[in-house]
């Protein structure tokens, strides 16, 4: 079983910055893929941006410029450093980490949530 717990959701104006951080623990697969999905009310959940334990990464194009994606392997950890924050960025937004290999394709954190103000 893997458990992802996030931190670092908030309400910031545009224009700020926020740090998301996401922490992994249990039975996990070296081989994975986390990032970040977030979901605004009444839209579906959309990629933001992701790495794989490798360091590739890929971010959505709403977010290229503004946000960077960045882990620790060591520590089982993943966090999003968004800048030039704008209202149409408020979501809740979800940790995720999808191994290569396992019975489960992909795992989710609870989610936090995340506003900016006009």
């Known amino acids: 079983q893997v458990q992802l717990v996030e931190s670092g959701g908030g309400l910031v104006q545009a224009g700020g910055s926020l740090r998301l951080s996401c922490a992994a623990s249990?039975?996990?697969?070296?081989?994975?893929?986390m990032g970040w999905y977030r979901q605004a009310p009444g839209k579906q959940r959309e990629m933001v941006a992701v790495i794989t334990s490798g360091g590739v990464t890929n971010y959505a194009d709403s977010v290229k410029g503004r946000f960077t994606i960045s882990r620790d392997n060591a520590k089982n950890t993943v966090n999003l450093q968004m800048n030039s924050l704008k209202p149409e960025d408020t979501a809740v937004y979800y940790c995720?980490?999808?191994?290569?290999?396992?019975?489960?394709?992909?795992?989710w954190g609870q989610g936090t949530q995340v506003t900016v103000s006009s």
């Open positions: 995720s980490l999808a191994p290569l290999l396992g019975p489960v394709s992909n795992y």
């Open positions: 249990g039975s996990i697969f070296s081989i994975n893929t």
